[in-house]
């Protein structure tokens, strides 16, 4: 009990959830250096996914700086809490009985470690956006590399601030490899392979 605050059960279940939805719930946690596709391959997949019915949705950075997150920064603590805020909250879809994309660069591997926790086994699914920084740099979609490499920009990912790359993923998608489709479809058949949703 934290202050008086306890905790009420929820009448209809995680599990209840998913029989009506016909598919499991879990977390795709995208992560990777800026740039290297975790939006696009985020929005192909959920867009793959509603195609076939499946109740998805994509937290994507940007977005969710522009409300939840509004007046964080990003120093060491802001980007800490940013992904732990995130985390709840992708917790909270997962119980809603949904498929939630998630597309943070999310840097430190403490903090995905800590979100990882957040979540029961078969729930949580790390998936490394790979790409090297130098292709990043050239895509450069949101011209945010020629502004860091200007000083522009303090603590950029890859630039002035570490990217720590993911030990054990469940899924690496080297996005230098692959178009955005092939992408998006092993994605998708991760997603049956792993049973979340039906072939
Ligand atoms: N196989 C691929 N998968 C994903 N994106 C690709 C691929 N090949 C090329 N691209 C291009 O790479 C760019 C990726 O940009 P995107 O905004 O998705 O990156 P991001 O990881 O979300 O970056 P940020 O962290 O800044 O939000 C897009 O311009 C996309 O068209
Ligand atoms: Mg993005």
Redesign the pocket.
Known sequence: MVNNIIWHESTVSKVDRQRLNEHKSAVLW?T???????????N?VDAKLYARGVRSYVL???NIRHGLNKGLGFSEADRKENIRRIGEVAKLFVDSGQIVLT???SPFLDDRLTVRHFFHNGEFFEVY?K?PLAE?EK?D??G?YKKARNGEIPNFTGISSPYEEPINPELV?E??????E???DEIIMFLEKKKLIKR
């Open positions: 995208f990777g250096l800026s740039g290297s596709g975790k939006s696009t391959l985020a192909m994507d950075g940007d597309a943070f660069i956006v790409c990043c895509r979609p949101k945010l998608i996005t230098d490899q692959l178009t955005i092939e992408a998006a």
